[in-house]
């Protein structure tokens, strides 16, 4: 059997190449967009992709099953479970065959079985991979969003962030039952899950690539709680706020995502238009690190670094269905930059700009005032006077846990629909946990026009480690 994981760090997310090294078939579980690297590993691999399939419809990435299915001529495999709201509103016009619990396919003499596992999503499979070449017992479990190493798919998202109202407990319970069929397993049983740690879907997702089913059941929080009714309040409490582009993802996933052949190269463009572009309040998006955008930047653009959040707070941040412009040092950059938008959907980058135009605008004295620092220590001197506030954009999570006496809470992803909360006559100090979200922060409270922004350098670990004050309340 061969078997290779694909991992993308951005979207702490696995997609699974399966396939038989005799027939030369293989299948693909849980693609998402950037559909060429499948392609070449079945390539390396010496195996065609003979059908696509994933676990559940997504709600932090685009799938590429479709597109890859499409662009290969492979059997395009999708749940049909779930009930009349969770189903494919493409399957037929793109000759899906559907699955149910119990079906069962093969790729060559690889038998992979379906099961339904509901909780997470009313439509999720897991898929149970036997390599009847060499045994006729199971190999492992491809689960997706169903048990992760150290943890399980939470059951909120229909609720918290597709809206479906008073979903959340009963999905708790579907999942409890779920478990159990994973619990009857096999204990060498190996897990591969969809995400690992950093993944908003669940709370605590462990970082080793995979596990097996008798390790799960020894150390995953979940297998300790035999209870049913302490399993649901167990599973509930924690959950990290989800990102609102969540909701999206859902709908562009169920309805069908659009066919991109191939990932975006936007094209350059000059400082004329970009000066014009900003005057027309374009969204312009300033991909450098922090520390540059600090010391030079654009009026009007936002700081959203290329690291390995940035896909998590675009969707946060950026609109759907709207130009998007970018600044980057060079184009390598941007297409890297414009990849992990099309991941999560934003389809819409219109041009970019070389950072250079900062550097001239710095030069001719026009770009943006620098936003400043300060150390935990001055903060600490300075709140005395009265005249800061500080705006912890941390979640909520993090809140509870502890936050600086008198700061206001208003996580980053919910502060540009709050900035009327802000008051107008008090320099703001912005804070998270280490100053990178506080940075993002700083960028937008520029962009609506208030001057006085700082950044607390460090963020609430320094303020901890200097063994100043904490709030519990």
């Not at 929080?221 to 706020?241: H, K, M, N, R, T």
């Not at 993802?249 to 094209?267: A, E, F, Q, S, V």
């Not at 000066?275 to 936002?302: C, M, P, Y």
């Not at 950026?318 to 414009?338: E, K, M, W």
Request: net charge negative; glycine share 10%.
């Amino acid at each position: 059997m061969i078997f290779r994981r694909l991992y993308d760090q951005g979207l702490a997310q696995a997609s699974y190449l399966i396939g038989c090294e005799a027939t030369g078939e293989a299948v693909v579980i849980d693609a998402n967009r950037d559909v060429a690297q499948y392609i070449a590993a079945a390539a390396a691999e010496k195996v065609h992709i003979r059908c696509v399939t994933e676990t559940h419809i997504h709600a932090d990435y685009v799938s590429g099953s479709r597109e890859l299915a499409k662009r290969t001529g492979a059997q395009l495999l999708l749940s049909a479970e779930g009930g009349p709201d969770w189903q494919y509103a493409f399957a037929t016009t793109d000759g899906a065959t559907l699955l149910r619990d119990g079906s069962s396919f093969h790729v060559g003499r690889v038998r992979i079985d379906v099961m339904h596992t509901p909780g997470h999503t009313p439509e999720h499979l897991a898929f149970l991979v036997t390599d009847e070449a060499t045994s006729g017992r199971p190999v492992g479990l491809a689960s997706g969003d169903f048990v992760f190493v150290g943890d399980v798919g939470r059951p909120d998202l229909l609720e918290r962030a597709a809206k479906v109202a008073n979903t959340m407990r009963d999905s708790a319970h579907v999942l409890f039952h779920s478990l159990q069929r994973f619990r009857a397993l096999p204990d060498h049983v190996q897990l591969w899950p969809g995400h690992g740690a950093g993944s908003a879907c669940g709370k605590a997702l462990g970082a080793l690539p995979q596990s097996t089913v008798g390790y799960e059941k020894l150390a995953n929080w979940a297998f300790a709680i035999s209870d049913e009714d302490a399993f649901v309040a167990e599973v509930l409490v924690g959950q990290p706020e989800p990102p609102t582009y969540f909701a999206q993802m859902k709908r562009i996933n169920r309805d069908g995502p659009r066919i991109l052949d191939g990932l975006p190269h936007p094209t350059m463009l000059d400082s004329d238009t970009l000066s014009a572009r900003l005057a027309a309040g374009a969204i312009v998006v300033d991909v450098r690190s922090a520390e540059a955008f600090g010391a030079a930047f654009g009026a009007g653009t936002i700081n959203i670094p290329l690291s390995a959040s940035f896909s998590t707070w675009a969707g946060w941040l950026l609109p759907y269905g709207t130009d998007v412009f970018l600044i980057a040092d060079d184009a390598a950059t941007c297409d890297r930059a414009a990849r992990e938008l099309a991941m999560i959907g934003l389809d819409d980058v219109a041009g970019w700009f070389p950072a250079s135009v900062v550097a001239d605008w710095a030069a001719a004295g026009t770009a943006g005032s620098p936003i400043p620092c300060m150390s935990a220590l001055e903060l600490a001197e300075r709140l005395a006077d009265g005249d800061l506030v500080v705006v912890d954009v941390r979640n909520r999570s993090e809140w509870d846990h502890g936050h600086l006496p008198g700061a206001l809470h208003i996580p980053l992803g919910e502060l540009a629909g709050r900035v009327g909360e802000l008051p107008a006559d008090r320099h703001i100090v912005v804070q998270c946990q280490g100053g990178t979200r506080s940075a993002i922060a700083a960028s937008l409270l520029r962009r609506h026009a208030i001057s006085g922004v700082i950044n607390l350098r460090g963020g609430f670990s320094e303020w901890t480690r200097e063994g100043l004050p904490v709030s519990m309340e």
